[in-house]
């Protein structure tokens, strides 16, 4: 059971080039969420979506596009990259039927220069 | 704006101590949950608390909730060079739900 798979591991850009963060969980569940994680910040909320079809801002939306492809699949987009979203992003799943834990991917470690 | 923030952000112990970390909060919450992320690596659930329990425990984790002064404790119990890693309090406010907020985390380091 792969859990939460997020790719790529690490990503280079130049400012201004744009790309996708692929996300896809196997559990079955119904929210997906994009946050990112910045030294000495924590993690912050870029989108959610509560169940397929929907998407919601978080903390930190702007710079970013969300797509949920399908139950399985939330992908974070990136039109034109700037160096202050030079961080760590972490997807995450869980059931949503009630206030339960979220499962993480391992990561992507972008860094824009 | 962080809803959680952690207490120490840094601490050193010898294994066998105890840790404490503790969380505080700005609104009302339905649960919190406490994290740990190893480095380099994604977060770990490691224990959730809801707003009407007041403590809990697992393994050798136990977590208090004090609603009153919008707090929070992890207590790790003989700790283990394995424990190193940093642990994140996260809440999820009151009509809120789908939207856990993270605070910035305490660095627990267990020296063998």
């Known amino acids: 059971n792969a859990g939460v798979t997020q790719t790529p591991k690490f990503q280079v850009l130049k400012t201004g080039q744009s790309m996708t963060l692929q996300c896809a969980q196997d559990m079955n569940h119904n929210s997906m969420y994009w946050y990112r994680q910045d030294p000495g910040m924590g993690l912050r909320l870029i989108y959610y979506s509560a169940s397929e079809g929907t998407t919601d801002k978080g903390e930190v939306p702007n710079g970013y596009n969300v797509s949920r492809l399908n139950k399985r699949e939330f992908s974070l987009r990136l039109e034109s990259a700037a160096p202050s979203q030079t961080s760590v992003y972490f997807c995450a799943s869980r059931t949503g039927t009630g206030r339960e834990k979220l499962f993480f991917g391992s990561g992507t470690q972008l860094s824009v220069l | 704006s962080q809803q959680g923030e952690e207490d120490p952000q840094a601490l050193s112990i010898q294994e066998g101590e105890n840790a404490t970390m503790n969380c505080s909060y700005k609104t009302s919450i339905n649960n919190l949950q406490w994290y740990r992320q190893n480095s380099g690596r994604g977060l770990v659930h490691l224990i959730l608390i809801r707003s009407n329990e007041r403590e809990k425990h697992s393994g050798r984790l136990r977590v208090t909730l004090d609603t009153s002064k919008k707090s929070s404790s992890l207590l790790i119990t003989a700790s283990r060079a394995a424990d190193t890693a940093s642990y994140f309090c996260?809440?999820?406010?009151?009509?809120?739900?789908?939207?856990?907020?993270f605070g910035s985390g305490t660095q627990l380091t267990v020296l063998p």
């Open positions: 996260a809440t999820e406010p009151s009509g809120s739900a789908r939207q856990l907020t």
